[in-house]
């Protein structure tokens, strides 16, 4: 997750392992692909003339282009597939969705369309525990070790810290080798062990590192602390008053309009994305939800009906890096921004509220290859009167074998770059899913992969260097006078990185 957001960014944040992070090590994979079919927007309830700021055809006009240039060179598996909401005053101004919620029954998406959120989970399990917190059951202000006896220094760690992600727990999804056994079933005393006796990144309350173990531990705090299931409790403290009626912890199984999720694989082909157990993902990460009950979400949270208004200041107050009690809170223009974005096997997803001027966005995408902020960016812009920036693809065209044969191995990260981006204070854990990649040449098709996350497809450019279609990665080398290759530079913008032949 990038440490602050603009007017223009709102990121998604992972729950899964950093995918395609690359070198910013905030990228998602993005996607593109060929002009996918769509269902007619739903018609806007018309909303007083003098109270209208938005003007749906405006909306329409921009955003509708803005979609179909995704895939418009680059083909079906870098198209969008999800779902873009741009609501005003309670009204949707544009409801449309694009691609495939079920590429089996062919289902397109829509507004009761029931997807995985990710990491936009927390802001429920924040609303649970001020919920709980203003019927007595606990304190913001309470240990840890209040509800979790015997915790690691969990006399010092608040709930407060948890919430604000300034405990120095350090997050689970950053192993590797726990995360791909996320597709079993974890009680929630499994989950707490995977992290428990891991040592604190630093002293509680001092700095900012963003933690789905953190939130992990809300979720079983809130279950210690009311003797129920974290679900059973936010259905009953937040769903059923707010009329959420499409909103679950958990998969949902038993919903019939309910996505799927997708990868695009090195091959660009479209495949069912990897399996998870939402008991994995717990307080961090479990919820899924529709675009209606989102928008609802967000009038529920405008009134007194789920928190009161002492509360809600609480919950939208930023401690560090701007981020409060699972929202994060900057500025569009001048305009209080109030966003937090998501990503998890299968989906990503974007979530943004204008609060002084009742507009709500919700783009959310069932293909976890395409960086869904390019949509909601976009929505934000035309909501806010801002240009919104045109997406090209370029001409690429394949690598050809002599030259890729000369490139596929194995390459490590030399000690320069990796001070380099020590200096630059990156987490240790980030680094080591950019610390080896993996150079391949297999059926026609050339990628790399930088190690724990997924393959990356190169194309030459029309300047003849070796680009990706996502993230703006360049691939340069050193031939030596045999031809052979014992150093490559992976570059994304200003930053470069080198690596060195293994054997």
Known sequence: MSERVDAATVPSVPLRLPRALVLSLVLAACGKGQSPASTPPQAPVEAPAAERVLDPAAVAEVLDAHVASFGAKWGEPYAFSGFVLVAEKGEPVYAKGFGKANRETGQVPDIDTNFRVGS??????????????????????????????????????????????????????????????????????????????????????????????????????????????YGEVLAAQLFEPAGLTRTRVGDATELTDRAEGYTVTPGEKIEGARAIDMSVPHGAGAVRSTAADLLAWHAM???????????????????????????????????????HGGGIFGFNTYYARLPEDDIVIVAWTNHDTFEVGQIGNAALAVSVGDTVVPHVEADMSPVEPELAKTLVGNFAMTAASRKKLETLGTPAEVIETIEAIEVKFEEGSMSFKPNGQLPLPLYTSPEGNLVTRVANVTLTWETKEDGTVDLVRMAQGMMVLEYQRQP
């Open 120 to 229: 936009v989970t927390k802001q429920f399990t924040a609303a649970a525990i001020l919920a709980l917190a203003e019927d007595g059951v606990l304190s913001v202000d309470d240990p840890v070790s209040k509800y979790l006896p015997g915790w690691p220094r969990g006399e010092e760690i608040t709930i407060h810290h948890l919430l604000t992600h300034t405990a120095g727990v350090w997050n689970y999804t950053s192993d590797a080798d726990f995360m791909a056994k996320a597709h079993e079933y974890h009680s929630t005393d499994q989950m707490l062990a995977v992290f428990r006796d891991t040592p604190l990144e630093f002293e509680p309350g001092e700095q900012f590192s963003y933690s789905n173990s953190g939130y992990v531990m809300l979720g079983a705090i809130i279950e210690a602390a009311t003797g129920k299931p």
């Open 301 to 339: 949270l405008d009134g007194d009906q789920i928190l009161s208004a002492s509360s809600r200041e609480v919950l939208y107050k930023p401690a560090k890096n701007d981020y409060a009690y699972g929202w994060i809170i900057t500025k569009a223009g001048d305009k209080r921004l109030i966003t």
